[in-house]
């Protein structure tokens, strides 16, 4: 069988078995595809079965020249996973990248926005447009509910639950929860859904999708990064953010504000609270900050 034949039944365990959401399975396929690239740029022809770690390893070298550690360490993990699959399937005996060391990554804190700065970007939005209403309240959403731009993107009208204060959102691996909805986020909802939405020519399929673009469609992950790329140009802001930023500040400023670790992993939807724990690091610098400008002996005691 050739590569893309064991592919296309990898993705299917990855679906069927593991419940995992397409852009997982994309993002593990890629990587075996651009190991696909590299033994075909070097007219290696060698299945999935036969390769050998000296192969993989050519092939981890000359990625090492092209990416950083992170993304070096993302691609072994998810060789590994594919390969793991094989040996599973009874393909082959052994896997190729057992004794490949992942590169040490450290932990890399994530972005955040200040308050000031998020108020900064939505009042950047122009409001004289069907799209500003849209978008204000998209971001509204991000930040105040603390989603992943794929769960914002997919979110349904019927998974608002406003009477109730919440809302059902679907993330990785079709995983449900609610998570709170505070009311301005609620109320902007509401003016893009009562006011805006409403004279749309929804196309078939996407009548029960909350967020739609100006032809009916649900929107793509890459037009919500475009949005709030424009946005920060507009402000001149001097950082680099995503939809992830908002989500980020989302847990940090809870946490800043006292909220307890377990009930932001519920939010987030961390599966483990070893993931949420990063903003324990974010907080304790926050902390510091506090210290230092707040605390009577911040600069030590003279006269002794």
């Given at each position: 069988?050739?590569?893309?034949?064991?592919?296309?039944?990898?993705?299917?365990?990855?679906?069927?078995?593991?419940?995992?959401?397409?852009?997982?399975?994309?993002?593990?396929?890629?990587?075996?595809?651009?190991?696909?690239?590299?033994?075909?740029?070097n007219?290696?022809?060698?299945?999935?079965?036969?390769?050998?770690?000296?192969?993989?390893?050519?092939?981890?070298?000359?990625?090492?020249?092209?990416?950083?550690?992170?993304?070096?360490?993302?691609?072994?993990?998810?060789?590994?996973?594919?390969?793991?699959?094989?040996?599973?399937?009874?393909?082959?005996?052994?896997?190729?990248?057992?004794?490949?060391?992942?590169?040490?990554?450290?932990?890399?804190?994530?972005?955040?926005?200040?308050?000031?700065?998020i108020?900064?970007?939505?009042?950047?939005?122009?409001?004289?447009?069907?799209?500003?209403?849209?978008?204000?309240?998209?971001?509204?959403?991000?930040?105040?509910?603390?989603?992943?731009?794929?769960?914002?993107?997919?979110?349904?009208?019927?998974?608002?639950?406003?009477?109730?204060?919440?809302?059902?959102?679907?993330?990785?691996?079709?995983?449900?929860?609610?998570?709170?909805?505070?009311?301005?986020?609620?109320?902007?909802?509401?003016?893009?859904?009562?006011?805006i939405?409403?004279?749309?020519?929804?196309?078939?399929?996407?009548?029960?999708?909350?967020?739609?673009?100006?032809?009916?469609?649900q929107?793509?992950?890459?037009?919500?990064?475009?949005?709030?790329?424009?946005?920060?140009?507009?402000i001149?802001?001097?950082?680099?953010?995503?939809?992830?930023?908002?989500?980020?500040?989302?847990?940090?400023?809870?946490?800043?504000?006292?909220?307890?670790l377990?009930?932001?992993?519920?939010?987030?939807?961390?599966?483990?609270?070893?993931?949420?724990?990063?903003?324990?690091?974010?907080?304790?610098?926050?902390?510091a900050?506090?210290?230092?400008?707040?605390?009577?002996?911040?600069?030590?005691?003279?006269?002794?």
């Open positions: 069988m050739k590569w893309e034949t064991y592919i296309k039944s990898y993705q299917s365990y990855l679906r069927i078995e593991r419940g995992l959401s397409k852009n997982t399975i994309d993002n593990y396929s890629f990587d075996i595809e651009r190991l696909c690239l590299f033994l075909e740029e007219t290696m022809v060698v299945s999935p079965i036969k390769i050998r770690e000296e192969t993989i390893q050519q092939f981890i070298y000359s990625v090492s020249k092209e990416v950083n550690p992170r993304s070096q360490a993302r691609i072994i993990s998810g060789l590994k996973s594919f390969f793991s699959y094989l040996i599973f399937e009874d393909y082959r005996a052994d896997n190729p990248l057992e004794l490949i060391e992942t590169p040490k990554t450290g932990r890399k804190l994530p972005d955040t926005l200040s308050v000031d700065e108020d900064k970007l939505i009042l950047a939005i122009d409001l004289n447009t069907n799209e500003g209403e849209r978008n204000r309240a998209m971001l509204e959403t991000l930040y105040g509910c603390g989603l992943r731009v794929s769960e914002l993107v997919s979110l349904k009208i019927s998974d608002l639950f406003f009477d109730e204060g919440f809302i059902k959102i679907t993330g990785k691996g079709n995983k449900q929860r609610f998570v709170p909805i505070g009311s301005l986020t609620q109320k902007y909802i509401q003016i893009y859904r009562d006011f939405r409403i004279h749309l020519n929804v196309k078939k399929g996407f009548d029960d999708t909350l967020f739609l673009n100006r032809r009916g469609r929107l793509s992950r890459a037009m919500i990064f475009t949005v709030i790329k424009d946005l920060a140009t507009k001149e802001l001097n950082k680099s953010i995503s939809p992830h930023t908002l989500r980020h500040s989302f847990a940090t400023h809870l946490l800043e504000n006292g909220a307890d377990r009930s932001i992993q519920l939010m987030l939807g961390h599966e483990s609270i070893t993931t949420t724990e990063i903003y324990v690091h974010l907080d304790r610098r926050f902390l900050e506090v210290m230092n400008a707040f605390h009577p002996r911040k600069q030590g005691v003279e006269g002794k």
